[in-house]
T-cell receptor
Framework: EPEVTQTPSHQVTQMGQEVILRCVPI?????FYWYRQILGQKVEFLVS????????KSEIFDDQFSVERPDGSNFTLKIRSTKLEDSAMYFC????????????FGSGTRLTVV | QKEVEQNSGPLSVPEGAIASLNCTYS??????FFWYRQYSGKSPELIMF????GDKEDGRFTAQLNKASQYVSLLIRDSQPSDSATYLC?????????????FGTGTRLTIIP
């Protein structure tokens, strides 16, 4: 299975600040996803990204969130004005072309909003 | 009604025994079903997926699916201390391709040496 690296591994930010979380998968992936997991809670879908555009997003993914694949390699999640309740682990996930069901999660970014 | 339900545990199983993890889901349109393992502070790791009724075996792991009962289970044979983790059940409504997973809260499994 390919490794999916996320940076930073831990980010502390002040409420109201913008953060950008990065995911660096190996190339030739078809689908990209962001999930989050608030401490002690379930993993929740945020958004899926296919062919350089959003294919589906959840209710959580409001106007404060955006995703990009700026250089064809990195995949980013931006939160424009962070809130305390945005504190969570954020995971990107990738699905390779031609593989079977399921996908690979990245190593995760722990976001702490203070 | 929760979309994907799991007993949160903890479930304690002696080393070498069979661990049985269960999951029910509410959406009858669900197409594929997954079991992920998550160690504390780490990302989910795919263990198995299943999309047809019946059993699917992979090494020490067996996934079982009963769509009529909306029930998925995971059996771990010859449990090892390294199997101690939280096991996440996830379901996908979409067809193969752009999968969007709905997760349960997970069952914490502890293997007792």
């Amino acid at each position: 299975e390919p490794e999916v690296t996320q940076t930073p591994s831990h980010q502390v930010t002040q409420m109201g600040q913008e953060v950008i979380l990065r995911c660096v998968p190996i190339s030739n992936h078809l689908y990209f996803y962001w999930y989050r997991q608030i401490l002690g809670q379930k993993v929740e879908f945020l958004v899926s990204f296919y062919n350089n555009e959003i294919s589906e997003k959840s209710e959580i993914f409001d106007d404060q969130f955006s995703v990009e694949r700026p250089d064809g390699s990195n995949f980013t999640l931006k939160i424009r004005s962070t809130k305390l309740e945005d504190s969570a682990m954020y995971f990107c996930a990738i699905k390779s072309r031609g593989t079977s069901y399921g996908y690979t999660f990245g190593s995760g970014t722990r976001l702490t909003v203070v | 009604q929760k979309e994907v339900e799991q007993n949160s545990g903890p479930l304690s199983v002696p080393e070498g025994a069979i661990a049985s993890l269960n999951c029910t889901y509410s959406d009858r349109g669900s197409q594929s079903f997954f079991w992920y393992r998550q160690y504390s502070g780490k990302s989910p790791e795919l263990i198995m997926f299943i999309y047809s009724n019946g059993d699917k075996e992979d090494g020490r792991f067996t996934a079982q699916l009963n769509k009529a009962s909306q029930y998925v289970s995971l059996l771990i044979r010859d449990s090892q201390p390294s199997d101690s983790a939280t096991y996440l059940c996830a379901v996908n409504r979409a067809n193969f391709g752009n999968e969007k997973l709905t997760f349960g809260t997970g069952t914490r499994l502890t293997i007792i040496p």
